[in-house]
């Protein structure tokens, strides 16, 4: 599963680093600054385990058929080419914050976050290159909570299902465990924002 989607090309535009192996560098990065500040964690009331695991998943938009098609090795090698074509990926959503946002609401909410937690946590992942997608912040929340072309079925791929089971290996492995609530008014909320983008760049 964690090897079958790209995050990163290589020089050659051949397939690089997995999605999986991509957020698991960042989570680390983000847990490992996290780290070095445990008033401010404590302050928070966040573990860095956690704060590493939310910041790894800010890349599961990767795993969408208009992000993979972007590197046509990737499609010769699953034989996915004359799919593509034929069914028109090149209009399917490409923005990669846009479809983590809308993955990242609905998985944080199946986990037992409350709706505006995951309203908030979501928008802010997904809006690690810096910038949310519109204005005010409930707007893009709702906004991409509704966003489409981010799963097709004809490639015979599951991608809402291994959004998910990317997403649940991700916490797994940072064994999350704490309940998650932030508001639009935590001061955790954007502080994960920052921290986020810092540790995408840092562990790219």
């Not at 505006?116 to 991409?144: I, Q």
Request: with cysteine; proline share 3%; glycine share 10%.
């Amino acid at each position: 599963m964690s090897g079958e989607f790209w995050a990163k090309t290589s020089a050659e535009g051949l397939p690089g680093i997995s999605v999986y192996q991509h957020m698991i560098d960042v989570g680390c990065v983000a847990k490992g600054i996290a780290d070095m500040a445990p008033c401010l964690l404590d302050r928070l009331q966040l573990k860095s385990s956690t704060v590493g695991a939310l910041a790894a998943l800010h890349d599961i938009g990767k795993i969408s058929p208009g992000f993979q098609r972007k590197c046509v090795a990737w499609l010769e090698m699953n034989g996915l080419v004359e799919i593509n074509r034929r069914n028109g990926w090149e209009y399917l959503e490409a923005d990669h914050g846009k479809a983590s946002h809308a993955a990242l609401q609905q998985f944080l909410t199946e986990l037992g976050c409350s709706r505006k937690t995951g309203k908030f946590v979501s928008a802010v992942l997904g809006a690690h290159h810096g910038r949310l997608r519109s204005t005010p912040f409930d707007t893009v929340a709702k906004a991409c909570a509704t966003i489409t072309g981010i799963s097709e079925p004809d490639s015979e791929i599951n991608w809402g299902q291994t959004r998910l089971e990317m997403a649940q290996a991700v916490f797994s492995h940072f064994d999350v465990e704490n309940q998650i609530e932030m508001t639009d008014e935590s001061p955790a909320l954007w502080w994960l924002a920052g921290l986020t983008t810092v540790s995408d760049w840092i562990g790219s």
